[in-house]
């Protein structure tokens, strides 16, 4: 099997969304820079691909763009390139595909800027490095249990075989795991997808339909930020889970 003899050496932060449901808060700082646990929510991000020897990771922008920049700006682990999207807003897929070139041609890590997480027993993205194969994956995504997750309200995504093989929520009433805003992505599926925007999803499900949609369950606690009291509760359940 072909698995990754080293942890996958770039990243791409999504930081370029509009932030409305985290209003009025966003109305003069962009939702990444928001402080969760005295800690802007990219460097949550930021600090885990450090953690696990990332050294080089794109930042996309659009809103309040500059202060983004300005913020990472002086980081030199890992080392930071922007993809700038003041011009037109690519959504998840199409922000990811305007960054491979400097992604590289292996596979590389993707963190979603609005949540986080707080460590367990080791490093998650090193679980999912751990985790990857050539042979059968293009896509490994970082799952919380549903039970478990911060600041989420819905009925889960995905299911996932013993195998750690996923398969979408569908028309089921609840599915046990969410999709925490972590996964590797192999840069060979962009090789047929559209110009402009589109979202990752339609990867997804690419893989679904192939097999190669796979899955690594997390281990610690997983926060999802999505609207200004989530704050408080992220901050409240981080100080119980370390005390």
């Not at 930081?15 to 009025?24: E, N, S, V």
């Amino acid at each position: 099997m072909n698995s990754l003899t080293s942890i996958p050496d770039h990243a791409i932060v999504l930081a370029a969304g509009l932030g409305k449901r985290m209003r009025p808060l966003t109305n003069s700082t962009p939702k990444p820079l928001l402080q969760v646990a005295n800690k802007a929510l990219l460097d949550h991000g930021l600090d885990a691909l450090a953690a696990a020897g990332v050294t080089k990771s794109v930042v996309n922008v659009h809103y309040l763009a500059e202060q983004i920049k300005t913020h990472v700006a002086d980081r030199r682990v890992p080392k930071i390139t922007i993809s700038d999207e003041r011009d037109l807003l690519l959504d998840s897929g199409g922000g990811v595909k305007n960054a491979l070139k400097e992604l590289g041609t292996s596979p590389f890590f993707l963190l979603n800027a609005d949540s986080f997480w707080i460590e367990g027993h080791g490093l998650n993205l090193v679980k999912m490095s751990n985790e990857w194969t050539d042979d059968n994956i293009d896509i490994l995504l970082l799952l919380s249990p549903l039970e478990k997750a911060v600041g989420f309200s819905g009925k889960g995504d995905f299911f996932m075989n013993q195998t750690g093989q996923l398969t979408r929520r569908g028309e089921k009433d609840v599915a046990p795991f969410i999709y925490a805003g972590a996964a590797i992505l192999s840069p060979k599926i962009f090789e047929n997808t559209p110009d402009g925007a589109f979202s990752l999803n339609r990867l997804f499900d690419e893989a679904i339909e192939k097999g190669r949609l796979f899955g690594t369950q997390m281990d610690g606690l997983w926060l999802h930020v999505g609207a200004p009291p989530s704050i408080a509760e992220a901050e409240q359940a981080i100080s119980k889970y370390l005390s």
